[in-house]
């Protein structure tokens, strides 16, 4: 049986390495200098900045990137709802292949629908089905590819000003 014990204290350092690194590291994250024109979300490989442009009211989030003919790297459109929501996107009159990155109230990334197709008017769901909190609070749209390109994935942290300080995963200073 003692033969076992280092095996069995192996198992549990596994075991409790494979939960811990099963969640976001967002704990411990240092309140980020924020802007209103920018997005800062925090990868594997340090933090990454999106240039954006706000969509805060319903006519703003009802036009979005339409009839655009180009996005930049590193820009997006940052749609913001007043609270947190079930949400879908279209691709009407977009032109450009998009990336839609779906966060929730704490800022942290849900669902990435990649390379969304232009004119494509089937909805875009904000969660994948069985999803346990499908409310979505803000919304990031980018050029197809970006989200790869910038290393964004679920689980990581946006930090942007008008998110709620108190209940945000990356809080602004």
Not at 25 to 54: K, N, S, W, Y
Not at 119 to 126: A, F, K
Not at 157 to 165: E, H, S
Request: overall charge negative; some cysteine.
């Amino acid at each position: 049986m003692s033969r076992n014990r280092p095996v069995a204290t192996a198992l549990l350092l596994l075991t409790m390495m494979s939960a811990v690194t099963a969640q976001p590291a967002v704990a411990a994250l240092e309140p980020a200098a924020c802007a209103q024109d920018v997005a800062l979300f925090m990868t594997p490989d340090g933090a990454r900045a999106v240039r954006v442009e706000i969509a805060d009211d319903p006519q703003e989030r009802a036009r979005g990137l339409m009839f655009r003919e180009s996005l930049p790297a590193d820009t997006g459109m940052l749609f913001l709802y007043e609270t947190p929501r079930e949400s879908s996107f279209w691709m009407k009159n977009t032109y450009l292949p998009l990336d839609i990155v779906f966060m929730d109230a704490r800022g942290v990334i849900r669902y990435i629908h990649r390379n969304a197709r232009p004119l494509d008017e089937t909805p875009i769901p904000g969660a994948l089905a069985g999803d346990p909190d499908p409310l979505r609070l803000a919304i990031l749209e980018v050029a197809a590819g970006e989200a790869d390109r910038l290393g964004l994935a679920t689980g990581q942290p946006m930090a942007y000003p008008a998110l709620d300080q108190g209940q945000a995963a990356w809080p602004c200073r």
